[in-house]
């Protein structure tokens, strides 16, 4: 291994807390060498350190300048402030959810609205079209027409005219 290749498989974790031990103890030449042998022979020796050095490898500092290619490509969904905040992002995609679909139903209602308005201007036309004819078919001239056709009826125009009956009031 070239000693790129050493430095991208030295996790910093690790390094800190070598160099934490070495404050801690005195130096010597068996420590150096051991320490030496250590950073060349280093693998992750828990789960915790394996998924911190595939957490860290592909993270790049935020950069200054986003491009169009970089956001439609989705590296900006890789960096760190979008990943504290997916929870803010999923809950955005809720409210836009629930915004089209109270938008949805309220124009839902709004169609139903108006055909019951049709309807009911409908019903209102029919009832003063009934009202119309009942009205004709009512007055006393269709009513003596009708009679005098059917020829079954004994009723007649009165030829005498009304006359009022006077009655004295007890005082």
Known sequence: MNEEEKKKDIDPV???MNMKDRKAEPETSESVAADAALEED??????ADVIREHANEG?????????L?????????????IRRQI???????????????????CQ???IQIDNLTKE????????LSSTSMLTEMSRESRVLEQLRLSKDSTLHISKQPPYIINVPQNE
């Not at 993270?59 to 491009?67: G, I, Y």
């Not at 290619?69 to 402030?81: A, R, S, V």
């Not at 809720?94 to 938008?103: C, E, G, K, M, P």
């Open 14 to 16: 690790e390094v800190i």
């Open 59 to 67: 993270e790049e500092p935020l950069s200054r300048s986003f491009t």
């Open 87 to 105: 929870w803010v992002f999923l809950l955005i995609t809720l409210f836009v959810v629930i915004y089209i679909s109270n938008r949805y139903s």
């Open 108 to 110: 839902q209602y709004l």
């Open 69 to 81: 290619g970089k956001i439609l490509g989705g590296d900006i969904l890789n960096t760190e402030p």
């Open 42 to 47: 280093v693998k992750p020796e828990s789960l």
């Open 120 to 127: 009911l201007k409908d019903a209102k036309y029919k009832a």
